[in-house]
């Protein structure tokens, strides 16, 4: 079935722009309030399609930026209520509700208020919902390309939940990760639970409590400061850190893996929903969060906007592996870069995965290794102390007959 044809003089979203009937009060695709967005825009920004031509509104997108960041605190989400609220959004948003409906309805209940208060806020501005939700935090600049990819497509429903099931993803590898951590965590406590116990008679239980608490309580720590404060810091506090993971091995080759990865899935929805490739280099460059791109994006949106292919423009940041660069190179000359970048995603994904592993293996093998040998040594000097005690009471008893 054709497209249906716009009639010239029809009015135009300008979030989406796309034709909306004259009548309406919201938009029937990205759901904003035309009343209510009218204040933000110059006056001729209600124009019919036979108006001002498209490009010049596109130039906006195109050297524009990336979803606002606010300098105010983050909402955050775990992973679990992040899916729960993405899922929520898609199935209300599939029922025929608008954002604007859904945020001011009870299907927000569940969730903190702030979270409501701030979704409605922005939206009664005119913000799309992509933008809302970055700038409050709660999902990342490639969860945000995404949501922005089904809104110009008209489709937020399906890129709502293709974000859903990625956090759903997200949470069962996180869970993965954390049972394969915790073998070697039950190791490394009982060693130290186990191994200054002849402390504890010898010394008293003050000495053995001095021993063994604190390597237990450190990694405690570890633990807390890994999965409940690391994640509700802004980016940029973490950014020291990433740094130093981008020049430490094997970390640097995982960091490496995953920047790829998130860069070429940002890359792909930009590509799918139409989005000018300039505004999806920032928005990829911006998602993959790597010192050795991130900072490199205005450059090769320079080298795009002065003739180069993607393909050549990246090659410029001396980021990306030659077999990508010549799979980004053949997509573009065959008009299937939508295609390719998903394969470049799934198998640096795959790599990052399998060098985590590795890396985890590793270290669950030495600190078994070191725990072995440690009580390896425990007994044999328990024994040579036992028999030593032992023999200077049998010499006493002899000296005393």
Known sequence: MGTRPVIAGTP??????????????E????GIVYARYRPRLPPDALQP????????RDGA?????????????RLFLTLAQTERFLTCAAQSLEAG???TQFVDGPALGAFPPRLRVHLSEALSRGSTLSAALIELGVITPAGAALVEAGETQGKLAGALTALARRYEAARQARRRMLMVLLYPTVLFVLSNVILPLPTAVTEGVGAYLWSAVPPIVVVAILYVAALVVFPRLPARTLAPVRRVFAYVPPISKIYGHRATSTFAETLAASVSAGLPITLGVRLAADAADHPKLTPKAEAVVARIEGGASLSDALASVGFFASEDLALVGHGELVGKLDEVLPRIHAEHAARART?????IIGVSTVVLAAVVVSVALAIVGGFTSYFGTMNDNIDVLFRDL
């Open 12 to 25: 135009i979203c300008p979030a989406c722009e796309r034709a909306r009937p004259p009548a309406a009060i």
């Open 61 to 73: 997108k195109a050297n524009g930026a990336v979803a606002p960041k606010s300098d105010g605190p």
């Open 97 to 99: 509700l608008s954002p």
């Open 49 to 56: 399609v036979d108006a001002p031509p498209p490009g010049a």
């Open 355 to 359: 060098l985590t592993t590795a890396v």
């Open 27 to 30: 938009c029937p695709f990205c």
